[in-house]
């Protein structure tokens, strides 16, 4: 087997695999950046009374585990877009912890979610994740070879 986990064979095989593993990460690699997205993840983890603390922690967490789960993606994309992906995390990170910020840790947790979105609102653009994958030319056609995808 070689290291994109496609093996040798005839036909084209080994081919439409590396097509099809890659397609996979792709994908994968999208409903990352959907589940990361801020608005998401608050919906996943926010619960009734928790304070700004608490919301701050769980959603570096849950942002941190969901890319720690995707990890073995990078196998399958460039390297160019596995780095984009990596920055554009640690931007969301980033965009969390500034938007905590001064906030008193025990303070209701809507005060965090609301400066939250009035940041994301200035920045006025999808989240960085979502802007990683488009910038980096995923859509390739080059990529989509109708001859592969419809041979699976």
Not at 37 to 46: P, V
Not at 65 to 81: A, G, I, K, W, Y
Not at 121 to 150: M, N, Y
Request: include cysteine; aromatic fraction near 8%.
């Amino acid at each position: 087997m070689s290291g994109n986990g496609s093996t040798a064979c005839c036909c084209g095989k080994t081919h439409k695999k590396s097509h099809f593993l890659r397609l996979q990460a792709y994908e994968r690699l999208t409903l990352l950046c959907d589940r990361v997205a801020i608005s998401n993840t608050l919906l996943r983890i926010r619960t009734p009374g928790m304070r700004v603390a608490e919301l701050k922690g769980a959603l570096m967490l849950s942002i941190s585990q969901e890319f720690d789960h995707n990890t073995s993606q990078q196998l399958f994309v460039s390297e160019t877009l596995w780095q984009i992906i990596s920055v554009a995390k640690e931007q969301t990170l980033t965009l969390i912890l500034k938007a905590a910020e001064g906030l008193d840790g025990q303070a209701d947790a809507d005060v965090l979610v609301e400066r939250l979105f009035s940041m994301l609102e200035e920045q006025g653009a999808p989240t960085a994740l979502h802007r990683a994958l488009w910038l980096s030319g995923w859509k390739q056609a080059s990529f989509f070879d109708p001859a592969i995808v419809t041979d699976w």
